[in-house]
């Protein structure tokens, strides 16, 4: 717990160092307007009145909404019209406007203290005092209309520019075309017409501020939220203060019924804001533990989230559920989350995501159970990104991760085991960017991954024993293609060593960290089995009374015949998709396969084994389903012996899939519903070897009433 406390202090000491300027309010809104922060790391905001825009903050305005902003030292007015985005860039002597697409009022008043300069894909405006009108396109065609004084438009394909007088209009477009024609009052729409003879005082109006206005939470769909850092989790506004949620639920899991009553005070103040699980459950049977209060760490285990943010937007830290937890190509993590088994397994992690300078340095850090630090320590990692320059747009990010105690979830829920075995693994992802423009981007990236084993790892090849200290694997070429916001693809070809398992740790990692295997004796092969563990790995923990051996998760090829002895080649590609107003898809599929030389020595003929791995989400939004607030359907199996496998009732403990539903039966009531089949041994009891692993059925659905 002391680590704990000094990482927390470091993060909160941290924040305060790293400042970032608040150049604009949002002085009036219309309809749906969202704030975005350059720092990927920082999820997009809800527009209302009164939140700051800081510096490289980009304003976007979607169907049937406007906005108002006005910068902070009151010289530079704004309207946005619908479907418009706006990049906010400011510097000591200047303050730029990125006008990336759309509509947009400008009044600049006379002497102002910083200079004025809008860009377009085409266009550079000097405002030094007036407005103007301009509205632009994807494709690079401005149309800049001069309202009152004058302003300087420049067309920087062509280098052609002038000054411009009220009353006329400068196209200028993407292929060097420059024209400067007389206006027509009958081309403004409605809302210019009205700024035509408005006398504008900026001094005049309100001074805003959001810390006298509303605070923010993730829209967490009630019960347990997300709290990766998502890019397209959208925000929402809440009134800071106390609130509290009332349910009523019934469950299923393994075959246990039980009834729940939940009460979540939730408290938001500031830069702070929680939320706690009071609930308890009435169960059918005790063969299944739902209920925790046995320690402190079940006490902590009731936190749903604990979250602080930075006002300088450098810093953030969660304490709770957390998941999506990738680094790199995810060919060692890829999509951890410590939520699996819930609410049989109650764990409380924590992330933090600190921005030490923009455009340059950060740092990501998670523990996977708060818990595990009293036996033996938890699964942890770190990662940290670097950027070069815009001029060489290489980003650079390695990490590192490891399980410290294998055995820490045994013990937490059996209460034995005071020994250790811990594993390392480090990750190097370069990813350069080929070309971008604002609707396509390129990249090419290197993914490298190394595990290291507590001991060297045993295995027979052409009748020798080999060994290896650890395993490792490349990622090359990848390529990555980017549209817009809304459509990433990538695709990568592989290599790896013998021993090596792709996304390692992973979302069902937790669920088979470590097996209690019985072994038959009486069976040749098996017992032979047995005595060769115990011999080659003598750290493992075994009960030579029932022959039962805690096999922790690197060992488990072993015992299943899946380990890759020979080298492994193969290709994957990844998908996410952002469908406007329906949700969005996420998919990865990796095929791989052996290479089995053709010299080998054998008496029997050498069979290449193959191994696929598949993660699929589907989301749908808000709105597109009656009155469904979000559903979501979910799908994976890591790394699967002899390809993929989905028709047996009793799949392996890769597997994992399910679906969570959220209506909106009234303002403040909800029905939820979730359902999640995962495959492990929920006690521990033990599984004897070559048989089925149980599928573990839980089952939630929950009316939630907001107050």
Known sequence: MKIISKIFLFVLISSNLFGIEKVAYIQSIKGDVRIYSKNKLKPPIVAIIGRAIQENDIIRTYDNSECVIISKDKTTFLHLNETTEVQFIESSLSRTLNV???????????????????????????LNNGKIWLSSNLSGDDEVYVLQNTAQIYNEVSAIGEKTNQGKVAFSTLDGFFEIVKSNKDDFPDFIVEYLDKDIQLSEFEDLSFQNLKKIKLKDWDLIPKYSVDSE?????????????????????????????????????????????????????????????????????????????????????????????????????????????????????????????????????????????????????????????????????????????QYANYATQTGQVDSSRSLYGFN???????????????????????????????FYREYREVERQGSFSFSFPGITYTYGKNVKISGALHYNSSLYEPGFFNSTYDLFRVQNIKFDTSVNEQDTLYNYLMNKYPSLISNDQDKSILVTKDLHSIINNSQNTFESFGVSFDIETRIQKIGGLELYFQHLMENVPDDVYSVTEVIAKTYQTIDFRLFINEGVILKMNRGEFYLSQYNEHSGLNFSSNSLSNNTSMGFSFDFQISDKINLIFDLKDTFYDINYNGLMLDTSIEKVRSLNCDLMMNF
């Open 428 to 458: 190097l992802n370069l990813n350069y960017q080929i070309s971008k423009n604002y609707y396509n981007a390129f990249y090419l990236f290197f993914d490298m991954v190394s595990l290291f084993y507590p001991e060297n790892r045993v």
């Open 233 to 405: 989790e959208d925000i929402e506004p809440l009134d800071e203060g106390f609130k509290y949620d009332i349910g009523l639920g019934l469950g299923e899991i393994k075959d246990n019924s039980f009834f729940e009553i939940a009460f979540i005070p939730i408290y938001h103040k500031d830069n702070f804001r929680m939320a706690y699980d009071l609930s308890y459950n009435l169960t059918s049977s005790n063969d299944v533990k739902i209920n925790h209060f046995g320690s402190i760490f079940d006490i902590i285990d009731k936190v749903i989230y604990f979250d602080y943010f930075s006002s300088n937007g450098k810093l953030f830290v969660h304490i709770g559920d957390i998941s999506k937890i990738t680094f790199g190509y995810g060919q060692l993590v890829r999509n951890y989350r410590n939520t699996y088994g819930y609410p049989h397994l109650q764990k409380t992690g924590m992330t933090t995501s600190i921005e030490i300078k923009e455009n340059f340095l950060d740092l990501e850090f998670f523990i996977s159970d708060v818990e595990d630090f009293s036996n033996g320590g938890p699964l942890v990692g770190i990662k940290s990104n670097i950027f070069l320059s815009e001029n060489f747009p290489l980003d650079i990010e390695v990490g590192i991760v490891s399980d410290l105690n």
């Open 100 to 126: 990336n697409y759309g509509n947009v009022f400008l009044y600049q008043e006379e002497n102002p203290k910083k200079n004025l300069f809008v860009f377009t894909l085409a266009t550079q405006i000097n």
